[in-house]
């Protein structure tokens, strides 16, 4: 952890406003990017990053420090997400049962850019974002922070408290799931997504 890093936890476990702000400045596109990673929602995803950061608020005093300090906030950032996605599926086995009985049409995803991601037209980024939904929760998390956040295996297995060796297993099974999913559009067109293709 560095010094400064040290100097912000302490002003933040004081409860000074300026370090408050100077996190807030210095993680919030961080997290919102990564609350979209997950979410494929801007208004949602705008929400979530307002309840990371009053849970940072709310938690700062128990840090210990054990991990730097963008660890433990990406770690807030991922299980809020993943309690939010969780929410919203058990929110739509409930919209599916009513659907039977009434005329509502199903929610759909809204349409975005993210800003970790570079596809070739809209209607391939959405079949990709829809593929990654489907991984497995793991398989997603690792997925999201690495080729949507740019992070290393190194920092995800902090995140995620997994060996480097378990993310590198999860990151493959992710891709042959990918890879899987995507075949026909694989055949059409090799160039589909960029950010399935290792780096």
Not at 43 to 70: G, P, T, Y
Not at 105 to 111: G, M
Not at 117 to 130: G, H, M, P, Y
Not at 141 to 168: G, P
């Amino acid at each position: 952890m560095t010094m400064s890093d040290q100097i912000l936890i302490e002003e933040l476990k004081k409860g000074k406003e300026s370090a408050f702000r100077e996190l807030v400045d210095t993680y919030q596109r961080k997290v919102y990017n990564t609350c979209l990673g997950f979410v494929k929602n801007p208004e949602e995803a705008d929400d979530l990053a307002q309840e990371v950061f009053i849970e940072i608020f709310k938690s700062i005093l128990s840090f210990r420090m054990e991990s730097k300090l963008s660890t433990w906030i990406y770690r807030i950032t991922v299980s809020k997400s993943l309690q939010l996605l969780r929410a919203n599926k058990r929110k739509k086995r409930f919209s599916f049962i009513f659907s039977f009985f009434s005329d509502n049409t199903a929610h759909e995803i809204v349409d975005y850019v993210h800003p970790g991601i570079i596809a070739e037209n809209e209607e391939r980024s959405k079949i990709l974002f829809q593929a990654i939904d489907n991984l497995p929760e793991s398989q997603r998390t690792a997925y999201t922070l690495h080729k949507l956040e740019d992070l290393s295996y190194e920092e995800i297995a902090e995140i995620m408290q997994k060996s480097v060796s378990s993310i590198e297993s999860i990151m493959h099974r992710a891709k042959m799931n990918l890879q899987a999913e995507l075949h026909n559009y694989y055949h059409s067109d090799r160039k589909l997504s960029p950010v399935v293709a290792s780096k």
